[in-house]
């Protein structure tokens, strides 16, 4: 089973600010999703990457799945407090089975 | 609301008693999930199915742990002789498999079960 690692687990900023939370596996992936939760409710989808390199972009979210398809990256231009959330990532491994496995996230709060 | 919901939202038991979650996905997804999700951790994979039949189990799902969908529509998961440790939010998703990729997953909002 591929291991899908979140970092940084927590990040604390001020409104305004630019961050990057990144997901990294030594697995290859068919696909990856990103998801952010809210305390005491499910996650929800954000985008999903499927080609190496691909970059998309959600508003203020830049993401970008890396070339060999094991890593994957977000990125927040000037953060509001409405981003405060769980962000998740979780890949299908290529190949393998096609259950989604979920990395342990990071926890973002934006401060006013 | 044509999202997938679950019952109950909160379940709070004393240990060795036995609790049932019911999921009901959105009604053209064929696959159904369960994830486990405990404080401060991303959803662990339980198990899915594929309209009715079973296609994965994970080690996580103990003998003591039992999950249907026996009409291909609504699943239920059932845990027997409870402990303290299966305290967690117990989570449903759906989704509509796609030919090359795995699909989005539609969450519910959880089912948080509290054991004494």
Redesign the interface.
Known sequence: TQLLE?SPQFLSIQEGENLTVYCNSSSVF??L?W?RQEP??????LV?V?TGGEVKKLKRLTFQFGDARKDSSLHITAAQPGDTGLY?C?G?EKGG?????????T?LTVNP | DTGVSQDPRHKITKRGQNVTFRCDPISEHNRLYWYRQTLGQGPEFLTYFQNEAQLEKSRLLSDRFSAERPKGSFSTLEIQRTEQGDSAMYLCASSQRQTRRTGELFFGEGSRLTVL
């Open positions: 979140q068919s696909s999703q998801y005491g409710e499910g996650p929800v989808l999903t499927v998740l979780a299908a089975s096609e259950k989604l496995v979920f990395g342990k996230g926890k």
